[in-house]
């Protein structure tokens, strides 16, 4: 299984607290997604996928659209083989890029935030 992208709190961080409201997809990634005895139930992701998808910004929705694409794959692989743990992997790939987009966008937005902060002082 894939690691999880640089920049996203692990699993068992304090962060998640606050940031599961705002980064629903990378709790998912880290609570479930990159947990071994998760039950990997591909409708429910699918489902789950195709939802957060109807809000997102435009320029994610080819991600979306493959990261489903890859769950409808994976949902076909026999479980406990070689190419089962790569069509997970396949469906990792799109979520991990989302979530490396996302953390770079919340990013920019907390340094324009302290940026304009600084403005309003002087």
């Avoid at 809000?55 to 479980?79: F, K, M, S, V």
């Avoid at 070689?82 to 979520?95: I, K, S």
């Amino acid at each position: 299984m894939k690691d999880l992208p640089p920049g996203l709190p692990p699993a068992d961080s304090r962060k998640w607290h606050s940031r599961r409201w705002w980064d629903p997809l990378g709790y998912l990634r880290v609570r479930s997604l990159a947990n071994p005895r998760w039950s990997r139930d591909m409708p429910w992701l699918i489902a789950r996928l195709r939802r957060e998808r109807s809000t997102a910004l435009p320029a994610d929705h080819r991600l979306y659209d493959e990261a489903i694409a890859a769950a409808q794959g994976y949902a076909r692989t026999r479980r406990q083989t070689p190419e089962a743990e790569r069509a997970w992997d396949r469906l990792l790939e799109p979520v991990d890029e989302l979530l490396t987009r996302r953390q770079t966008r919340h990013l920019d937005a907390v340094r324009e935030a302290r940026a304009g902060q600084g403005d309003a002082r002087t």
